[in-house]
Nanobody, 121 residues
Framework: QVQLVESGGGLVQSGGSLRLSCAAS????????LGWFRQAPGKERELIAH????????YYADSVKGRFTISRDNAKNTVYLQMNSLKPDDTAVYFCAAAPTGASWRTDAYWGQGTQVTVSS
């Protein structure tokens, strides 16, 4: 059974940094995409970054491009999201997800429980 466990959230001041971790287990992820989503109160969940496990190719939403970096550690089966220059608008619950490459995040993904990130002004 696939499990995704996020950690690293917390409270940080505007301009600060945090690193989120997502420990993945239950299968090999060589044919998967691992992604980070976030959901702010009253807003829809949005994809902010993903990484193709096999190639390391990445994608970033415009809202985080240049500030956030997604990476993976194959040996630890862990995906990271380094978040720099944080803004109050980055406040949200952050979720890790895994889906087969080319599959739908909406219907085919596994999800973590989420971790709260709060950025104070």
């Amino acid at each position: 059974q696939v499990q995704l466990v996020e950690s690293g959230g917390g409270l940080v001041q505007s301009g600060g940094s945090l690193r989120l971790s997502c420990a993945a287990s239950g299968r090999t992820f060589s044919s998967y995409v691992l992604g980070w989503f976030r959901q702010a109160p009253g807003k829809e969940r949005e994809l902010i970054a993903h990484i193709i496990w096999s190639t390391g190719r990445t994608y970033y939403a415009d809202s985080v491009k240049g500030r956030f970096t997604i990476s993976r550690d194959n040996a630890k089966n862990t995906v990271y999201l380094q978040m720099n220059s944080l803004k109050p608008d980055d406040t949200a619950v952050y979720f890790c997800a895994a889906a087969p490459t080319g599959a739908s995040w909406r219907t085919d993904a596994y999800w973590g429980q989420g971790t709260q990130v709060t950025v104070s002004s």
